[in-house]
């Protein structure tokens, strides 16, 4: 985990964030849309974290890359979010493939040795504190995290 912990984005307000401000925590990185039939799972999403904060980090990463499902600014992404009470870590958009894909996706790619393009909106990587890099689908509901933060 210590290589991961050196990467940083920047959050939705602007602000540069570095991994290791989550050191000793799980992270879970979501590429998320507000237009994608997935959007609902903002609210998962919310209560698995304020379940497991004190061990559990999740940070949203919207995306426009899938069927132009997120063409807000990060302004407006901020304030769709706040039907979902969100107090996770909602970074600014980016891209999740290509040529200006963000370092920490090439990293979780290669890590969890998905080795290929992200194929969808709210696709997600479980980052645990040991360095284990695990790749989720979209269809994989947030409450199925419990069980696997709880081992």
Not at 62 to 69: A, D, L, R, S, T
Not at 130 to 149: H, I, Q
Request: proline residues 3%.
């Amino acid at each position: 985990m210590t290589e991961f912990l050196e990467y940083k984005f920047i959050d939705n307000s602007g602000r540069e964030v570095e991994m290791s401000r989550f050191a000793g925590k799980d992270i879970l990185i979501v590429n998320t849309a507000s237009l994608c039939g997935f959007t609902q799972q903002y609210e998962g999403l919310e209560a698995l974290y304020r379940q497991h904060s004190n061990n559990l980090e999740i940070i949203a990463f919207p995306c426009n890359q899938f069927g132009n499902q997120e063409p807000n600014t990060n302004i407006k992404i901020k304030e769709f979010c706040k039907q979902f009470d969100i107090t996770f870590t909602l970074a600014a958009k980016i891209d999740v493939n290509g040529e200006k894909e963000h370092p920490i996706y090439k990293y979780l790619k290669e890590k969890s040795g998905k080795n290929k393009d992200i194929s969808w909106n709210f696709e997600k990587f479980l980052v645990r504190k040991d360095g284990t890099v695990n790749w989720y689908s979209s269809r994989f509901e947030p409450s199925k995290f419990n069980a696997l933060l709880n081992q």
